[in-house]
């Protein structure tokens, strides 16, 4: 059964807004400006002060008052157990005001800025959810592979001893095992749009059957061209069903399909400024004769111990790649000419500081949480600027502090 909602709609201040039609949001949903595209399709920026931001040191952090602790919310006794065991004392900001919403049934769409727990501001109320009700079933969808695993492997986490089990419906494995995983008891399905349209399609999800779907980063699932895998997941959910929607910036197109989908959606914003706080930005002016060079020589010093730099094409992040190799530093390549297993090979190297590069397109930009990423470097410019606030966004997660760097031709 499904709960009935009990909508509370209450305006917090600065941090945080809930309001009943998310069209005239004003300000704070606003889209940041986009860069320009010339025809060749490289992006120009014209204004790079974007790039160059201090790091708020974290003793001129206001610390934020959480309103709940994790022992206050009105949730299972052996989930708030695993959430101690996580180590997470107090809900970050975002948790904090979401999760008494989510708990409550209501539609939401939470931003919050990169690295600030948005993973767990989901993921305990509807384990809680599914603790209070075991034929609940949940879907969740994030745009790339690595990011679906990511949020399963959270999941794992705060379900140890729960016998809550879920299915990671990903694409570039295959698809027979997953059809059989379907066939087992699970209350969570975690995947990308693509894999799980057509699972769909063949009749392994029963989409009818699921009370809450929950879309991470979505934004960028337009930016990929899954407009209408979403559209047609969201079209297939039955009619009372919960609704959740979480990203680090929110662009006008995700706002049409929130007013289209979501049930008087209460909206959560508590991020500040576009980009996290603890992430020192600046750019660094460099001729492409001599890129690689300057690239190395900052790669080769001390503090630059675990580096994430993003190229734009897959071609291009290889030869990269190929080219630090052969200068002998350690690095790996993830991009999409890469299969499944070595995407996720070149990952847990990077994780286990293995190799201590990693160059990347824009697949590594959303999501992923790779413990104490010290610096990420724009090797290449990205193309938007919400593109730029998650590829520096891999870095200064946690609180924890962080250097991004961009490349000016
Ligand atoms: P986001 O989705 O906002 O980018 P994540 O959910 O990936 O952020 O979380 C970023 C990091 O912060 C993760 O390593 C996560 O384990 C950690 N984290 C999340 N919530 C808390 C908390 N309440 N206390 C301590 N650490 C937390
Ligand atoms: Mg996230």
Known sequence: ????????????????????????????????????????????????????????????????????????????????????????????????????????????????????????????????????????????????????????????????????????????????????????????????????????????????????????????????????????LMSAMPENHQTLFFSATLSDDIKNIINNFLTDPISISVRVNDTASSIDQDVVYVKNEVKLDLLHDLLIQPEFNKVLIFGKTKLGVEKLSERLSGRGLKVKSIHGNKNHTQRQHALKLFKENTVNILVATDVAARGLDIPNISHVINYELPSTYEDYIHRIGRTGRGGKAGKALTFIG
């Open 1 to 232: 059964m499904f709960r009935k909602r009990n909508v509370q709609r209450k305006s917090s201040g600065n941090s945080s807004s809930a309001n009943k039609n998310f069209r005239g949001q004003g300000k704070r949903f606003s889209k940041p400006s986009r860069s320009r595209k010339s025809r060749s399709g490289q992006s120009q920026f014209s204004d790079v002060s974007k790039f160059i931001n201090k790091a708020v040191p974290e003793k001129n952090v206001k610390p934020y008052t959480p309103k709940n602790s994790f022992a206050d919310f009105l949730i299972d006794e052996n989930l708030k157990r695993n959430i101690l065991k996580t180590g997470y004392k107090h809900p970050t900001p975002i948790q904090d005001q979401a999760i008494p919403h989510v708990l409550n049934g209501s539609d939401i769409v939470g931003i919050a800025n990169t690295g600030t727990g948005k993973t767990a501001a989901f993921i305990i109320p509807l384990l809680d959810k599914v603790i209070r009700n075991r034929k609940q079933n949940i879907i969740i969808i994030a745009p790339t592979r690595e990011l679906a695993i990511q949020i399963n492997q959270e999941l794992v986490k705060f379900a140890f001893g729960l016998k809550i089990f879920s299915v990671c419906a990903v694409g570039g494995m295959p698809i027979f095992r997953q059809i059989s995983d379907l066939r087992r008891n699970y209350n969570f399905i975690i995947g990308t749009p693509g894999r799980v349209k057509d699972l769909v399609d063949r009749g392994h999800i029963p989409l009818e059957q699921f009370q809450t779907i929950v879309l991470d980063e979505s934004d960028r699932m337009l930016d990929m061209g899954f407009i209408n895998d979403m559209r047609f």
